[in-house]
């Protein structure tokens, strides 16, 4: 706009490409945002740089929502162009300076976002950097905004993006953008969404640690589908993932008691019907905090309905082992120590062979309950557990496990020497006679 003169006032931040300010139009008190290249960048005409930062501000400025940051106005100016956005109050990064949100505040954040990026999705348009600095509180509502690193899906440009390109915030971004940026669909935004979800309740950055008992489990399954590692495996579009969400806020209540309604789908399951398998994995995960039910219903999990459950969902899968590892510390009696063994032998064997974590927990547990409780049946099936091992890494893993436990390997040595097995686990095994 000729005539307009702008003041800058104070560097607020910068990042990327670009750097904002807080500044003043004219004779205006009122307090606006600029945002300029950064002064390394070629603003030339033509170059890719200023390409990107005009196609940021065409993409944001056509993008007409309540949840999506406005902008002021778009100058051209000899040093390159430049735009101007309201001033925010805050941003959702620095309210998370304070430590974790309250549910009702976390989860009126994730809608807003969600309802913004499903309409920025409609109209062709990936976000692809979604973190907390991005979300800002304007005038009462929490807007999204930095549209620098998005995609129009509906352009064959790729001039911006180029593929191999990584682009996002480590923290918050989906793993295959390492791979190819400018292929990215839905559903990475979707994963940034989850992550960020997961900040807000647990308070916690989700990097490089993502750990999914600090969800409230009420949340767990919604969260941990959204952030799969593998695109195919979570929500699709944003509409679904912000129904499911709205529906655990707002549904009615589930009347059928955890352990019908698990026993139902374990029964749909073992017949064959993979989303009986989903909806298992989801309730066991989502009632990871009831502990009787567990102890009740977990044992009983065949061999088969945990195959089905850790190639469906392996994230579930895990969290469920982990959950009730937990919950089979101490004493029990006889036949439910048993009965913890059984379900340890079955998840060793289901665990995929690279899922040496899994595998570990298992056969720890085996160990552990069986000395504890002084059980020559769970000796004898650790001993054949152990005996059936072929692998490297698996007989590495055994003999690790025996070092760190003398005492539970003290009680296993009986069993464990009458099998012929490899050196290396023999020679964890504490000397003959030795009490």
Same mark, same amino acid.
Request: charge should be negative; include cysteine; aromatic fraction near 8%.
């Given at each position: 706009?000729?005539?307009?003169?702008?003041?800058?006032?104070?560097?607020?931040?910068?990042?990327?490409?670009?750097?904002?300010?807080?500044?003043?139009?004219?004779?205006? @008190?009122?307090?606006?945002?600029?945002?300029?290249?950064?002064?390394?960048?070629?603003?030339?005409?033509?170059?890719?740089?200023?390409?990107? +930062?005009?196609?940021?501000?065409?993409?944001?400025?056509?993008?007409?929502?309540?949840?999506?940051?406005?902008?002021?106005?778009?100058?051209?100016?000899?040093?390159?162009?430049?735009?101007?956005?309201?001033?925010?109050?805050?941003?959702?990064?620095?309210?998370?300076?304070?430590?974790?949100?309250?549910?009702?505040?976390?989860?009126?954040?994730?809608?807003?976002? %969600?309802? %913004?990026?499903?309409?920025?999705?409609?109209?062709?348009?990936?976000?692809?950097?979604?973190?907390?600095?991005?979300?800002?509180?304007?005038?009462?509502?929490?807007?999204?905004?930095?549209?620098?690193?998005?995609?129009?899906?509906?352009?064959?440009?790729?001039?911006?993006?180029?593929?191999?390109?990584?682009?996002?915030?480590?923290?918050?971004?989906?793993?295959?953008?390492?791979?190819?940026?400018?292929?990215?669909?839905?559903?990475?935004?979707?994963?940034?969404?989850?992550?960020?979800?997961?900040?807000?309740?647990?308070?916690?950055?989700?990097?490089?640690?993502?750990?999914?008992?600090?969800?409230?489990?009420?949340?767990?399954?919604?969260?941990?589908?959204?952030?799969?590692?593998?695109?195919?495996?979570?929500?699709?579009?944003?509409?679904?993932?912000?129904?499911?969400?709205?529906?655990?806020?707002?549904?009615?209540?589930?009347?059928?008691?955890?352990?019908? @309604?698990?026993?139902?789908?374990?029964?749909?399951?073992?017949?064959?019907?993979?989303?009986?398998?989903?909806?298992?994995?989801?309730?066991?995960?989502?009632?990871?905090?009831?502990?009787?039910?567990?102890?009740? +219903?977990?044992?009983?999990?065949?061999?088969?309905?945990?195959?089905?459950?850790?190639? @469906?969902?392996?994230?579930? +899968?895990?969290?469920?082992?982990?959950? +009730?590892?937990?919950?089979?510390?101490?004493?029990?009696?006889?036949?439910?120590?048993?009965?913890? %063994?059984?379900?340890?032998?079955?998840?060793?064997?289901?665990?995929?062979?690279?899922?040496?974590?899994?595998?570990?927990?298992?056969?720890? @547990?085996?160990?552990?309950?069986?000395?504890?409780?002084?059980?020559?049946?769970?000796?004898?099936?650790?001993?054949?557990?152990?005996?059936?091992?072929?692998?490297?890494?698996?007989?590495?893993?055994?003999?690790?496990?025996?070092?760190?436990?003398?005492?539970?390997?003290?009680?296993?040595?009986?069993?464990?020497?009458?099998?012929?097995?490899?050196?290396?686990?023999?020679?964890?095994?504490?000397?003959?006679?030795?009490?």
């Amino acid at each position: 706009m000729a005539g307009v003169k702008l003041f800058k006032i104070r560097k607020l931040g910068a990042g990327g490409q670009g750097e904002v300010w807080l500044a003043r139009e004219g004779r205006s @008190r009122e307090m606006i945002v600029l945002k300029r290249p950064l002064d390394s960048v070629d603003v030339s005409e033509g170059s890719p740089d200023r390409a990107r +930062f005009e196609r940021e501000v065409r993409i944001q400025s056509t993008l007409r929502h309540d949840g999506i940051m406005p902008i002021l106005r778009i100058y051209k100016t000899p040093a390159g162009p430049l735009f101007t956005m309201p001033y925010a109050e805050t941003s959702l990064e620095q309210q998370l300076l304070n430590g974790p949100l309250t549910e009702a505040e976390s989860v009126d954040i994730i809608l807003a976002i %969600a309802d %913004a990026v499903e309409f920025a999705h409609s109209e062709g348009v990936l976000h692809r950097d979604l973190k907390p600095a991005n979300i800002l509180y304007l005038d009462g509502r929490w807007v999204v905004s930095d549209f620098g690193l998005c995609r129009d899906v509906n352009s064959d440009s790729v001039t911006i993006t180029q593929s191999r390109t990584v682009v996002g915030s480590v923290a918050y971004m989906a793993p295959e953008q390492y791979d190819d940026a400018h292929e990215v669909t839905e559903s990475a935004d979707i994963l940034s969404i989850g992550r960020i979800f997961y900040h807000c309740l647990t308070g916690r950055v989700p990097f490089p640690y993502f750990r999914s008992e600090l969800i409230p489990a009420k949340f767990r399954y919604l969260i941990t589908r959204a952030v799969a590692e593998d695109p195919s495996a979570r929500y699709q579009t944003v509409s679904e993932f912000r129904q499911e969400l709205e529906l655990l806020v707002t549904g009615a209540p589930d009347l059928t008691p955890p352990m019908e @309604r698990a026993r139902t789908l374990n029964a749909e399951s073992l017949e064959g019907d993979p989303e009986a398998t989903l909806s298992l994995a989801r309730l066991l995960v989502e009632k990871a905090d009831d502990e009787v039910f567990y102890k009740d +219903f977990v044992p009983a999990l065949s061999a088969e309905t945990l195959r089905e459950i850790e190639r @469906r969902t392996p994230r579930e +899968f895990r969290q469920i082992v982990s959950t +009730f590892d937990q919950f089979s510390e101490g004493s029990h009696p006889f036949s439910y120590t048993d009965a913890i %063994a059984k379900f340890f032998r079955d998840v060793a064997f289901v665990a995929p062979g690279d899922d040496y974590a899994i595998r570990r927990l298992a056969l720890r @547990r085996i160990l552990i309950v069986g000395a504890s409780h002084n059980r020559f049946f769970i000796g004898q099936m650790f001993a054949s557990i152990v005996s059936r091992i072929k692998e490297v890494d698996d007989i590495l893993l055994v003999a690790s496990l025996l070092r760190e436990h003398p005492d539970e390997a003290r009680f296993m040595s009986f069993y464990l020497r009458q099998h012929s097995l490899p050196t290396a686990i023999m020679a964890a095994l504490p000397p003959e006679g030795d009490a």
